[in-house]
RNA sequence: UACCCCGUGGUGUAAUGGUAACACAGGAGAUUUUGAUUCUCUCGUUUAAGGUUCGAGUCCUUACGGGGUAACCA
């Protein structure tokens, strides 16, 4: 893959690790990783950079290496199988391939109930019957110990009777749980006699009424890993407290097939957006945005909808690094790796925002021609396309003054524009309406300019325009997005106690009635162009048919134009 | 007010004790029948104070700043 790391460039932190780690042949010099999504959600670009990570690191250690997806499905109340469903598609847009490697946390419960009745056995773990209440009163706090419970010393015999009663149902959610038996005066809080296993009478998307206890995130990660035989389990920041838990148990557990060991970085974080999970859902259900795939959202499938492309996210991952710095990338990078992608093949076509009639008084009426346009002057071998020309066209609104600002030069009234690829127009009038509403600009044209054509003696023509046949231009939807919010930071703009959604830019979405030349009437849904001079846009994959197309701006082009 | 992690241009990263570099963004210019692309130039940086050293962004100490942590969530 073109982004991938050249041998020369310079490691980060958790590859120059992994590098050091091969180099002394740990693990026979295999580099085995894991992407362990809860299936719960919908994933985010903040996935992406962890997906791009976890397999780009399988990809880069070749042959010795691979990269797994897991779920973990350790919280059946919160689990459903379309997000499965979802979650494998998106990894594999983002173009990426776990092989015959996707595993199910669920499927190692057997074991891992094993592993804690060994504990149990140790003298490690012990079952509490002490309320959640009574547990997180006697946790301690943030500056003070903890304090034991009174079932802290139940002998491993009653211990490992009450936890296969509690397999067995005999107890209600809440009234006994399994701890692993640490620390209650530990400076972290995660070594406070951890939960680890604990009643769930749900039933489990993939394992149904099979179990009515679930080991905890904390238990059944690091264990996993484990007998997966992960190498480097590499997750965000935030757990970096688990670590020690992490490592704990993979040395008090015996008989694990691996020896893997945890690395954290930072998380991707996003200007004009939102990341977490309980913000987004807030989102689409109180409709906000129209769905998980509304194409201003940061999820994986909202950028696809929208246009973005694997490549751009791609690229963008491996652009802003990795380390444990919290950082803030800006949205504008994100575009740019977006642009740089689908500049080069992107066919280019005519598409006219906001339509404004123009007239070509001199042109023959009832005379069409076929002008010639190139599909994409970045790669000749997309070749050319015909676009009928006639009296009547469209331009763009944003493309006429009347009373033009200061380096404007496009069409203004007398003054002479390109119709690209076409000739040069002169407007000599404006019609308006009783309102005084545009209604046409009526404009002559000058045969001498044609393409390619060089008359001498004439000042050189700045602007150069893109336009539409009126007869033949077909009606489209096109969806204008801008950034969801209207502050870099809109968590942090509202504060501890205020709402992000005050934040939420009302003018994410424009929706407008664009002519856009006939070519692209029955484009396919989910293809990228470039309208020329305008942005990127993707017929949207749902709503787009042929005839009736849909677009989505994906991201509109760089404006070097600047009103002074 | 405990513990852990982190501080390099506006943003994101690099420099592995030896000339602070790259990308994005911004500015200027060239090219251009896309005010795009491409190309050139430019802007601007080691949080602070001590210490170690011939030499510190890098190692040490302290201060300051930012983030994280007290689910039977992950």
Redesign the pocket.
């Known amino acids: 893959m073109s982004e991938a790391a050249s041998p020369t460039a ?4 958790i590859r ?1 690790m992994i590098a050091a780690d091969v180099a002394a042949q740990r693990n026979e010099g295999w580099v085995i990783t894991r992407f ?3 299936p ?1 959600g919908y994933l985010h670009i903040g996935h992406a950079k962890s997906i791009c990570l976890n397999f780009g690191l399988a990809l880069e250690n070749a042959p010795q290496s691979r990269c797994h997806l897991r779920f ?1 499905d ?2 059946p ?2 689990e459903e199988v379309e997000y499965v469903d979802s979650i494998q598609e998106d990894v594999r847009w983002l173009g990426f391939d776990w092989g015959d490697h996707l595993y199910y ?1 669920s499927d190692y419960f057997e074991k891992l109930y094993g592993f804690a009745v060994q504990l149990i056995d140790k003298g490690l773990a012990y079952v ?1 019957d ?3 209440e009574q ?2 009163l006697t ?5 003070s110990p903890g304090t034991a419970s009174p079932w802290r010393d139940r002998s491993p015999a009653e211990n490992r009777d009450l936890f296969a009663r509690m397999r067995a149902g005999e107890f209600k ?5 399994l701890r692993a038996k640490i620390d209650m005066a530990s ?4 070594m406070r006699d ?2 680890i296993y ?3 009478h749900a039933h489990h998307h993939r394992t149904g009424d099979a179990w009515c206890i ?5 238990f ?2 690091p264990l996993s890993d484990a007998l997966e035989s992960i190498t480097h389990s590499l997750c965000t ?6 670590r020690p838990l992490y490592e704990w148990l993979i040395n008090n557990v015996d008989g694990l097939p691996g020896q893997p060991y945890q690395r ?1 970085f ?1 998380r991707l974080n996003l200007t004009h957006t939102v990341m977490s999970k309980r913000k987004l859902l807030r989102l689409v259900k109180e409709g906000l945005v129209s769905s998980w795939d509304d194409p201003r959202m940061p999820t994986i499938s909202g950028m696809r909808r929208r246009g973005i492309t694997p490549a751009g996210i791609r690229n963008f991952c491996h ?12 949205l ?2 994100l575009e ?1 790796c977006v ?2 992608d689908l ?1 080069k093949y992107a066919q ?1 076509v005519y598409g006219v925002l906001r339509p404004i009639k123009v007239v070509l008084t001199n042109y023959p009426e009832g005379q069409v021609e076929h002008v010639e346009l190139v599909n ?3 790669n000749p071998a997309d070749g050319t396309r015909k676009v009928p020309l006639s009296r009547e066209l469209y331009v763009d609104a944003d493309d006429f003054m009347e009373v033009p600002v200061q ?4 069409l203004v009234p007398g003054g002479e524009v ?6 040069c127009i002169i407007c000599q009038e404006i019609i308006k309406d009783a309102e005084g509403n545009i209604l046409e600009l009526r404009c002559t044209y000058d045969d001498a ?5 060089k008359p001498v003696g004439r000042p050189k023509v ?5 336009w539409v046949s009126a007869a033949h231009a077909v009606d489209a939807e096109v969806r204008l997005y801008e950034t969801l919010f209207t502050e870099a930071e809109p968590e ?1 703009a509202a504060g501890e106690d205020g709402d992000f959604t005050q934040f939420l830019n009302p003018q994410s979405l424009e929706t407008v009635i664009a002519k856009i030349e006939p070519s692209v009437a029955d484009s396919k849904p989910g293809t990228h162009y ?1 309208f ?3 942005g990127y846009f993707y017929t949207d994959p749902k709503d787009s048919l042929p005839g009736k197309p849909v677009f989505n701006r994906t991201v509109a ?6 009103k002074k």
């Open positions: 310079s490691l980060d932190f120059e362990p999504p809860e719960n973990d350790t919280n109340t919160k946390a509490d002490q309320t959640p547990m997180r946790r301690g706090t943030l500056t959610e809440g009234e006994k749980i400076p972290n809080m995660n951890p939960a604990r009643i769930l679930y080991p905890m995130y904390d059944a990660h920041l935030e757990f970096e407290h688990h954290e930072a652009t802003i690094g990795l380390t444990k710095y919290p950082s803030l990338s800006e504008g990078l740019h642009r740089e500049n280019r994409n002057p970045e380096g404007f030069h496009r390109r119709l690209k690829y076409a000739f300019t044609r393409h390619g054509a700045k602007g150069t325009i893109h942090s470039q020329e001079r305008v082009l760089k404006d070097g134009f600047v």
